[in-house]
C-alpha cells in the first residue's frame, strides 16, 4: 500500500528523504573522525578537517541521494500498482 500522491507532493518527499539520508551519513562520518581521534590519542583529525569534511559528505550525499530517491519511489510505485493488477 504505497501511495506516495502526486507530483509536486512527491518533490518534497524526495527532498525530506534526501535531508535525512544525507544527515544519517554526515552523523556516521562524524562519529568516525572522532571515534578515530578517541582510539589514536592524539588529533589525528583537526576541528576543520571534520567540519570540512563534513560539509563535503554532506553535499557530496545530497547530489547522490536526490538522484536515487525518485527512482526509488517509481519503483516502490509501480511494484504496488503491478500488485494490484495481479
Given at each position: 500500500?504505497?501511495?506516495?500522491?502526486?507530483?509536486?507532493?512527491?518533490?518534497?518527499?524526495?527532498?525530506?528523504?534526501?535531508?535525512?539520508?544525507?544527515?544519517v551519513?554526515?552523523?556516521?562520518?562524524?562519529?568516525?573522525?572522532?571515534?578515530?581521534?578517541?582510539?589514536?590519542?592524539?588529533?589525528?583529525?583537526?576541528?576543520?578537517?571534520?567540519?570540512?569534511?563534513?560539509?563535503?559528505?554532506?553535499?557530496?550525499?545530497?547530489?547522490?541521494?536526490?538522484?536515487?530517491?525518485?527512482?526509488?519511489?517509481?519503483?516502490?510505485?509501480?511494484?504496488?500498482?503491478?500488485?494490484?493488477?495481479?
Amino acid at each position: 500500500m504505497v501511495k506516495f500522491g502526486p507530483k509536486d507532493k512527491r518533490t518534497r518527499l524526495v527532498l525530506l528523504a534526501s535531508l535525512a539520508t544525507s544527515i544519517v551519513i554526515l552523523n556516521l562520518f562524524l562519529f568516525g573522525a572522532i571515534l578515530t581521534n578517541m582510539i589514536r590519542g592524539d588529533m589525528s583529525y583537526t576541528h576543520v578537517d571534520m567540519v570540512a569534511g563534513a560539509v563535503f559528505v554532506f553535499v557530496i550525499t545530497m547530489i547522490i541521494s536526490l538522484s536515487l530517491w525518485p527512482k526509488i519511489i517509481d519503483r516502490l510505485e509501480s511494484r504496488e500498482e503491478s500488485k494490484k493488477a495481479s
